[in-house]
């Protein structure tokens, strides 16, 4: 016989669902409320973000325009609200905070929350599903393999005499890999000043 209260539950975050599910995406510098969390809260426009860090849950109430803390977290248009973008270092206190790693978004479904007249969600941020970032994971693959001194690969030389850049302090066409790595430490630099943080080479895993 077996015990089914003993078994450990499979959390429903190592799946994907067809069915669309109300969720918050936590990338680098920004949040974003999917379309079925803006749905779930019928004609909200404005909300407030509250923490409890101690339990590590985020809750998002429905709010008015002019009360304090209210961010817009959708777009109007006509009877249609889409999700917005809320930049700003929230997000990257929220890394730092949970340990996560900046390779990655973090993806948490939404519980309903209802205590007296505050009506909204919680996220708890022990709960998330890990999405690759193909992008900065293909910046760090690219790096990598310059730092390797792979930089004048088969491929790259096609374009090899084809490209120049436009800067003074450049006397002669700068070959693809070399315009490639300046391109990808622009970018990495990007990344570490918008997280503030110092490294030499991001690594893959």
Known sequence: MVDIENLQ?????LFTTTKKEAAVTIKDNAIVFNSACIQGLEGTVYIRILMDEAERKMYVIKCEENDPGALRWCNVKGEKRR??????????????????????????????????????????????KQINDYKIKRLIE?????????????????????????????????????????????????LRDSLGIKTTILTSS
């Open 142 to 190: 690219l790096m990598n393999r310059i730092e390797a001194g792979k930089r004048d690969t088969e491929e790259d030389s096609k374009n090899a005499d084809e490209i120049n850049i436009n800067d003074n302090t450049c006397s002669k066409p700068i070959r693809f890999g070399e315009t490639l790595r300046m391109c990808i430490e622009k970018s990495q630099n990007k």
């Open 9 to 13: 539950v499979v959390s429903e975050n």
């Open 83 to 128: 999700p917005r973008k809320l930049s700003g270092l929230f997000a990257d206190m929220l890394y730092e905070m949970m340990g996560w790693d900046i390779r990655y978004r973090y993806n948490i479904l939404a519980d309903e929350f209802c205590e007296g007249e505050h009506v909204g969600y919680c996220f708890n941020l022990n709960e998330t």
